[in-house]
Every structure is written in C-alpha cells, then in structure tokens.
C-alpha cells in the first residue's frame, strides 16, 4: 500500500494558530469561571469545578494511552488511520462506560469522596466521561495528519457553548448548579462530534483491527502513568481541596487555578504543534527543536509568571468580587510553577514521541508523589494555598528531573535549554521541518 503525502503546514502559522485558539479557550473559560463565580457564589463555582474535575480525571484515568498511541502510529504510519479511528471510537465507549459505574461503585462505598455532591449531578458529569474520550482520541489523530485547524476548531466549540449558554442562564436569573454541569457535557459532545465528521471526511473509518488495537493499548499503556499523573498534578489538588476543605475553600482555589491557566496556554499549544514532527524527527532533530521551543516559552511564561503575581489583586478581587479575596494568595504561589510546567510538558511530549514514555513518566511520578504527599499534608490546615504551594514545588521539582532524563536520553546538553539573545530572531531558520527517519 502506497503511503499518502501529509501536507507540512508552516511550523509558525500552526503555532500561532494553535496559541490564539488556546488564549481564546483559555479567554472563554475564565469568562465562563467568572458568570458562574459571580452568579453562584463561592460555593456553587465550588461544586461546578468539582463535578466537572470529577468527569475530566476519570476520563483521563480510562484514557489508557489511546491517544499518545495515535499520534505516534497515526503520524509515522499513514495507512492505519481509518482502523485507528474506529479502535478509537470502540475504546471510547468501553471504557468510559465502565470507569464511569467503577467510579459510581467507589462513591457507594466511600460517600466522603463524593464530596458535597449529589448521585444525579454525579451521573451527568460522568457521562461526559466517553465523550472526553473519544475527543482526545481523534484530535491527537487529526493532528497526527497536521489538521491542526480542525482541531483548533473543535477545542474552541466547548468554552464557546459554556461561555454562552451560561451567560445568558445567568443573565435571566436562572444558572444553577445543574445546567452549568449540564452546559459542560453538551460543549464537549458538540467538540467530539465535530471531530466525528472531521474524521469521515479526511481519513475515513475503517474496519476495526484486533491486533492494532493489542499494539495501541500496548504501547498507549506505557504512556498512561505519565497522562494519569500529569493530570493529577493539575487535577487532584483540586478534589482534594473540596474534599478536605469544602465548597468554599475550593471555590477561592479555583479561581487562581482559573487565572494560573494562563501558563499552560504557550506550552500546551508548542506541544500539539510539534508532535507530529517530533513522532518523525531523529532524536538530535527532536532534541534541538524541542531545546529551542523551551528557552522561548521559558522566557514568556517568566514574563507572564511575574504579570500574574503583581496582578493577582485585580484579577481575583476587582474581577470576581470581593468574595474572592482568599484568591489572592493562592495565584501568587501557583504562579512561581510555570517554568517547572513548561519543563514537564515540552521535553516530557518529546520523549513519548520518542518512544520512551516511560522516561517521561519516570519523571512526571516524581512531581506526582511529592505533590500527593504535600497536599494531604497542608491542605487540611491551609487550605488552598497549601495546595498551591504543593503544586508549585512539584512542578518545579518534576520539571527539572524531567529535564535531566531528555538531555541524557536525546544527546542533549544542559546549555542548551539556557534561553539567548539569538532566539526570538533565529526562531524561523531553526524551526524549519525535521529530518525523518524510517520504521513504524
């Protein structure tokens, strides 16, 4: 079978692309945070955020790799896409339906770890559950194929739903607890069912494959600690601060980890972008590009890190109320994480795409246990500045393990990663495409 000629789109445009739709997402979502701060008051953001953090970590806990899976094999391996589609599709559906009643049992058995929600709310928000799935799934597979358009276009339908319905619900003296839950499942359905036709136009689905599923799971599994922990570190925090310090302490946390976002826009965009040439690039190509790529989201996320601490009364207090003044605090420590973030994410993508998941997984554990322990140590007397200042030192932490495993593993040197003068002006010559190589 001939191998179809995927279309390279300028390194630049996609990233800019990418970003502007991250900062318009990340726009919406902070917009969306404030209607339902300002609208429901600490408590009720707390159960939202906590409900909704429920359906994105089981999601992330079912995920089982699928999707790091599809980005390496969809982007070295063109002819298997419409069988990777399809496993997609059916992986989605098993599992998420089955974490989603394991999930339901746990709460059964240990009501505490519900929090302060309901069985309904529970069941709404797991159902998104699948759905969180099967987006993830197809967006790493389209981008796999450099359709990095699409998918910009199906992460933005989301917080565009979110933003709007709920604004307006609030507008009319109507937003509860309940249809801001609701709002969040139907944003997401809308952005996996844009990437559902995406798909059926540009690669197909195809038959499903038995043993293409055994090599997915196979090599999705060695990725799966690393996506499970990452998430953990950004995720857990946050039902742990609702489950040891209630609706309100959480609702002041997550209003800084709202506004704390802001540094994972620039990383998580230079991520997405760069996968498909990294899943192709020899491994002194990949560990140039991904060297550059840091010093420059280093340099801003400093920059931004800085901004978001001296602004941090502002955006908490003047924007979301005075309710909202345990916020404050909170921001400023989150802050002081970003460049660890950048660490984690940019050279921990380059060693997956370099198929050794485990090193980056290796060094994500290490943020995620030290995280875990300083959470349950400060939460339950601080609050949520304990849980930021958790988060903060094993981002930093995780970051720099991170950094030593990617320079020893890609021949690497430590200087490289040392931002210069030369980078902003050097950024179009040296991002220029990679050199591949062969094998699956």
Not at 205 to 227: E, N, V, Y
Not at 394 to 419: E, S
Request: glycine residues 12%; proline residues 4%.
């Amino acid at each position: 079978m001939s191998t179809p000629t995927t279309r390279r789109p300028s390194f630049l445009v996609a990233s800019a692309t990418t970003y502007a739709t991250s900062l318009t997402v990340a726009a919406l979502s902070l917009g969306n945070v404030l209607v339902v701060s300002r609208a429901l008051g600490p408590v009720g953001r707390g159960d939202v955020a906590f409900l909704t953090t429920i359906g994105t970590l089981v999601g992330y806990l079912a995920n089982l790799g699928i999707d790091q899976s599809n980005a390496n094999l969809g982007g070295r391996r063109p002819e298997l896409r419409p069988a990777l589609a399809t496993n997609s599709l059916l992986f989605a559906a098993f599992f998420g339906a089955v974490a989603a009643c394991v999930v339901t049992a746990i709460v059964a058995l240990f009501p505490g770890v519900g929090g302060e929600s309901t069985s309904s709310l529970r069941w709404l928000a797991l159902a998104s559950v699948p759905v969180l799935m099967l987006e993830r799934y197809l967006a790493t597979l389209l981008q796999a194929d450099y359709g990095f358009g699409l998918t910009n276009l199906a992460w933005l339908m989301a917080p565009v739903v979110n933003f709007g319905v709920n604004g307006t619900l609030a507008a009319t003296g109507v937003l509860s607890v309940t249809s801001a839950v609701a709002t969040w499942v139907a944003g997401w359905t809308l952005s996996a069912a844009i990437l559902v036709a995406a798909v059926a136009r540009r690669s197909r689905f195809g038959r499903p494959d038995p043993a293409l599923a055994r090599s997915m799971l196979g090599f999705g599994l060695k990725t799966h600690a690393s996506g499970v922990l990452g998430l953990g570190n950004y995720r857990l925090d946050q039902w742990l601060v609702g489950t040891l310090g209630g609706s309100r302490e959480l609702g002041h946390y997550s209003v800084a980890v709202a506004w704390s976002e802001a540094l994972f826009v620039l990383p998580t965009a230079l991520v997405a972008v760069q996968r498909p040439d990294l899943v192709r690039a020899a491994p002194l190509d990949a560990a140039r590009r991904t060297a550059v790529a840091f010093r420059l989201a280093a340099i801003l996320t400093a920059a931004l890190a800085g901004a978001l601490v001296l602004a941090a009364p502002i955006l908490c207090v003047t924007i979301f109320g005075e309710a909202f003044r345990g916020s404050i605090t909170d921001l400023r420590i989150l802050a002081a994480g970003g460049i660890g973030i950048v660490a984690l994410k940019l050279m921990g993508q380059a060693l997956t795409a370099q198929r050794m998941p485990l090193l980056e997984t290796a060094a994500t554990a290490v943020a995620f246990a030290l995280g875990l322990g300083l959470d349950l140590l400060l939460i339950p007397d601080h609050g949520g500045a304990g849980a930021a200042l958790a988060a903060t030192l094993a981002y930093t932490t995780g970051g720099i393990v991170m950094a030593i495993l990617f320079l020893r593993a890609l021949g690497g040197r430590a200087n490289d990663l040392v931002p210069r003068a030369g980078d902003f002006r050097g950024l179009a010559r040296r991002l220029r495409p990679a050199r591949t190589i062969g094998g699956a």
